[in-house]
């Protein structure tokens, strides 16, 4: 017997992305899976995709890049601030300095907070990793789709946007704990919840996210630090959102209590805020969660890839980007290995919101004015 299905897809959905969820269905013990309206295939299992089940989890349910998400915060400054090229120069080239894109030098590199550095991660090659990339590689942005950018709401109101997630050591606690997991008959990984080896998982994904949310909070505090250098300006603490977007939850839904997999999809209590950001020249939207019982209270967790990287990088050319993210401040000597993350790349955002009016009610609309990403 398969899973339960219900799709949020705006365009349909293509054989390739078909097949990957009739693969994920047939899997033991899936129960139900909500497709969000951003969803593209992936490894494994799909990319804007939840996945419930009563007893077993599934690490390529979650992806490698555990915690991943972001964090919103109000600046008290006008978007009139940045109008100014020098000033966005200023601005860009001192993100780049804070905040490095892969890894700071392990001599530069700061302390893991206490919690992180003293909580043990069972596996050998797993605590030397955290003592050696989780240190240097805390704080950094992360290339692919994380980015830290400036946007603009409709009052005219700046805020700070980051999206990175846990970096090196995500995908190491995947491929650690896969390791030694069984195989269902589709080829899924997947531990028992209940066992010792499904109770080490959990704690390395918690530890996982816990990582990747203090991660963030040091990219905001260097970016606020850098305005208020700057500029003088401040920011609004009280208006901070974050949300993650790759985990797995216990949680109840319809009387039954279920392993909750999100892969590229926010969980949003009702009334709950998260955060929908589009490409690098598109609208990103702050949002509250409905709490759609047939989507396990979930929500797209941004535009959605329409193209692979692959496809992105064969047919779609500097002039392009430049074209279509004009009027946006980023840095335009490297544009042309940021092909792969040209708005065309991405779905239309406003086609994915209008698709999950039922899931997330529109709070705040903003507008990119400065972007920062990593080639």
Not at 31 to 42: E, G, L, S, Y
Not at 182 to 200: I, M
Request: with cysteine; aromatic share 4%; charged share 30%.
């Amino acid at each position: 017997m398969t899973a339960h299905v219900a799709t949020w897809l705006p365009d349909g959905m293509s054989a390739e992305l078909k097949a990957a969820l009739e693969r994920l269905t047939r899997a033991e013990d899936v129960v139900h899976v909500a497709v969000m309206p951003d969803a593209h295939v992936a490894e494994e299992v799909c990319v804007g995709t939840v996945t419930a089940s009563t007893r077993r989890l599934f690490p390529a349910a979650v992806g490698g890049d555990i915690g991943c998400g972001m964090v919103a915060l109000r600046l008290v400054a006008n978007a009139e601030l940045l109008a100014d090229r020098d000033r966005a120069a200023r601005l860009l080239a001192g993100l780049y300095a804070r905040i490095p894109h892969l890894v700071r030098p392990s001599a530069e590199a700061p302390p893991l907070p206490e919690d992180l550095r003293d909580e043990p991660l069972e596996g050998g090659a797993l605590e030397a990793m955290k003592r050696r990339e989780g240190r240097t590689e805390f704080g950094t942005l992360g290339r692919g789709n994380h980015f830290l950018e400036v946007q603009r709401d409709e009052e005219g109101s700046l805020w700070l946007l980051v999206h990175s997630g846990s970096r090196a050591m995500g995908p190491a606690i995947r491929k650690h704990h896969e390791g030694g997991a069984a195989r269902d008959p589709t080829g899924l990984a997947y531990l028992e919840a209940e066992s010792e080896a499904g109770a080490r998982y959990l704690r390395a994904a918690t530890w996982a996210g816990r990582y990747a949310r203090a991660s963030r909070a040091r990219m905001v505090d260097e970016a606020v630090a850098l305005f208020a250098e700057l500029f003088g300006v401040e920011a609004d603490a009280s208006s901070r959102v974050e949300v993650d977007h790759n985990h797995v939850r216990r949680e109840s839904h319809g009387g039954r209590a279920l392993w909750v997999h999100r892969k590229g999809a926010m969980g949003l209590r009702p009334g709950e805020a998260g955060v929908v950001p589009g490409s690098m020249g598109s609208a990103s939207f702050h949002v509250e969660g409905r709490g759609h019982a047939e989507a396990l209270g979930s929500s797209a967790h941004g535009a959605g890839r329409a193209m692979s990287r692959a496809d992105a990088r064969r047919r779609i050319r500097e002039k392009q980007l430049l074209r279509e993210a004009e009027g946006i401040w980023f840095d335009h000597r490297i544009a042309g290995r940021l092909c792969e993350e040209a708005p065309s790349a991405y779905k239309d955002i406003g086609t994915v919101m209008r698709a999950q009016r039922d899931l997330v009610r529109i709070v705040r609309r903003l507008e990119p004015v400065l972007v920062y990403k990593a080639p």
